[in-house]
């Protein structure tokens, strides 16, 4: 808690010195105003209960963050003996807030699905869906501040006048794109999205597993009311992994949508009878084991491998923002034996 109280208030000298034009601060620089809570943001629970099997022995699942050093490559790798213990969560329900003005976020970044339950625990994974009901165990992690945000915005005689979350840019999806029509089309006081920027770069990445992810974000502030908004979408980026990152904005006012744009709402738009059979999805992937970052890739660089089974990997997401520098293990076709390589 003092790491966090000690950013806030070098975020508010920023804040000062911005606005102010460098007048001495009056208040003092340190102070413990004794508001930070430490807890679940997103769900509350009676209790937990360890998880045994038949013959009363603990379940337990593989710890996420444990790491050991590669016996070849020296990297740090999943250790898969490192084992933590699995719970039931009686009675989930949404967590609480505190009564604010304004709330700002930065939610963890896990995705949906198998991410969550490989972070977050199966147990826990499901008694954040029960929570929150039916088709709330297809939205990202981070729509659920969002959707508690709005809930409580919307509420009536709240004290809540904007909240603004960074998000995965995967808001505009279909699926977490549901959490915000579900308030921005609300028939009785619906909320209206006063700023937005869809996608936008995680600058200074660094080093690591973070740079390999390419992370693109979106930051949405939300008011109540029908309101006008503005849209601001990246048209130039550059020096992102430096301290002088370059990203320059195009901004754009009107009434934004759910998908974060501008003009007309094409969210509510249904399928046409005359495209049933003409297209289909192709080949899927099962998971993610074999996906690989350009580095892992270099390393299956061989003559009459690499140009066989190692091919560019693009989604749709990314075809319709920014393709990722990534690479799929593609056997299709092939058979193992003497003749292959």
Aim: charge should be positive.
């Amino acid at each position: 808690m003092p790491i966090a109280e000690l950013v806030l208030w070098i975020g508010y000298i920023q804040w000062w010195f911005r606005t102010r034009e460098r007048v001495v601060i009056q208040e003092p620089i340190l102070k413990d105003f004794a508001t930070i809570r430490v807890g679940d943001a997103v769900l509350a629970y009676d209790r937990e209960e360890l998880l045994t099997d038949e013959h009363g022995r603990p379940i337990t699942r593989q710890d996420p963050s444990a790491t050991k050093l590669h016996p070849i490559t020296g990297e740090p790798i999943r250790d898969p003996d490192a084992r933590l213990p699995v719970f039931r969560y009686v009675n989930p329900r949404s967590a609480a807030w505190p009564q604010a003005e304004f709330i700002v976020g930065n939610p963890p970044f896990i995705g949906k699905g198998e991410d969550m339950r490989t972070e977050l625990e199966d147990g826990y994974v499901r008694a954040l869906w029960a929570s929150r009901g039916k088709k709330s165990d297809s939205i990202d992690f981070v729509m659920y501040w969002w959707d508690q945000a709005a809930t409580i915005l919307r509420a009536k005689g709240s004290r809540l006048r904007r909240f603004g979350f960074i998000t995965t840019n995967s808001i505009t999806q279909k699926f977490s794109r549901r959490v915000l029509e579900k308030h921005l089309k609300a028939p009785k006081d619906p909320a209206s999205l006063v700023f937005a920027v869809p996608d936008h770069p995680w600058v200074k990445q660094g080093k690591g597993l973070s740079k390999k992810a390419a992370v693109r974000i979106a930051m949405t502030v939300v008011e109540n009311g029908e309101r006008l908004g503005k849209l601001a979408n990246v048209t130039k980026e550059a020096n992102l992994d430096t301290d002088q990152p370059v990203v320059e904005l195009e901004v754009h006012e009107g009434k934004l949508s759910a998908d974060l744009t501008i003009g007309a709402d094409v969210t509510g738009t249904i399928e046409l009878r005359a495209n049933d059979g003409v297209a289909n999805n192709g080949v899927l992937l099962a998971g993610k084991a074999f996906v690989l970052d350009p580095r892992t890739a270099e390393q299956f660089r061989r003559p009459g491998v690499y140009e066989r089974i190692i091919r560019p990997y693009v989604d749709g997401r990314e075809l319709a923002h920014r393709p990722a520098s990534r690479f799929v293990i593609d056997a299709f076709g092939l058979r193992a034996g003497p003749d292959e390589s």
